[in-house]
């Protein structure tokens, strides 16, 4: 299958900064690409649904300007949490739908990110 | 509304022994159903799906899963369990219609313990 990457994997901030974390599709095109949040022992949790040049289009209860969602290329999508909170440490999987070729249509995951708020 | 239920949160089985994983579904189309497999500290991947074609659908590493229309159920078996099979396994349906079209729901998972 196609190959999703997430960077980084693992990242510890303090309270009230900010953390961007990169979703990049590496071998095919994404015009929709999804993030997720996953905590312990649960299941994922759509936050936000983003195609390419426009604007995110984000689940109910989720809010756009602490999680900013920027989908500037068809390979690359940023999540960016802004003034993070200790409430915000969670898992956050990206994944991106093809655009076409042999995976048209299919969605694929990347290996997720780890965020911790102290 | 289309959902999926996980009946278990967990399994645990013996080396060697059958595994079953068991998944209901909820929808009023035909659905697309998937299973996914996560490893810890690992991205998800996708075992096998069903869209419409055969009922019976095999997928990677031995895995395979039934749809059955009448009990309205998808669940995963494996005949004989490998450690490395010890995981956290989604059961997932894809929105047909509506506004989210194409958006994927997640069963709650069910962790899949293995012995040796």
């Known amino acids: 299958g196609a190959v999703v990457s997430q960077h980084p994997s693992w990242v510890i901030c303090k309270s009230g900064t900010s953390v961007k974390i990169e979703c990049r599709s590496l071998?095919?095109?994404?015009?929709?690409m999804f993030w997720y949040r996953q905590f312990p022992k649960q299941s994922l949790m759509l936050m936000a649904t983003s195609n390419e040049g426009s604007k995110a289009t984000y689940e109910q209860g989720v809010e756009k300007d602490k999680f900013l969602i920027n989908h500037a290329s068809l390979t690359l999508s940023t999540l960016t949490v802004t003034s993070a909170h200790p409430e915000d440490s969670s898992f956050y999987i990206c994944?991106?739908?093809?655009?076409?070729?042999?995976?048209?249509?299919?969605?694929?995951f990347g290996p997720g990110t780890r965020l911790t708020v102290l | 509304a289309q959902s999926v239920t996980q009946l278990d949160s967990h399994v645990s089985v013996s080396e060697g022994t059958p595994v079953l994983l068991r998944c209901n579904y909820s929808?009023?189309?035909?659905?697309?159903l998937f299973w996914y497999v996560q490893h810890p500290n690992k991205g998800l991947q996708l075992l096998l799906k069903?869209?419409?074609?055969?009922?019976l659908v095999k997928g990677i590493n031995g895995f395979e899963a039934e749809f059955k229309k009448s009990e309205t159920s998808f669940h995963l078996t494996k005949p004989s369990a490998h450690m490395s099979d010890a995981a956290e396994y989604f059961c997932?349906?894809?929105?047909?219609?509506?506004?989210?079209?194409?958006?994927?729901?997640f069963g709650k998972g069910t962790k899949l313990s293995v012995k040796p």
């Open positions: 997932v349906v894809k929105l047909n219609y509506g506004g989210s079209q194409g958006n994927l729901i």
């Open positions: 071998d095919f095109q994404a015009t929709t």
């Open positions: 929808s009023s189309y035909s659905p697309s």
């Open positions: 069903y869209t419409s074609a055969a009922t």
């Open positions: 994944s991106a739908r093809s655009s076409g070729g042999r995976f048209r249509n299919e969605q694929f």
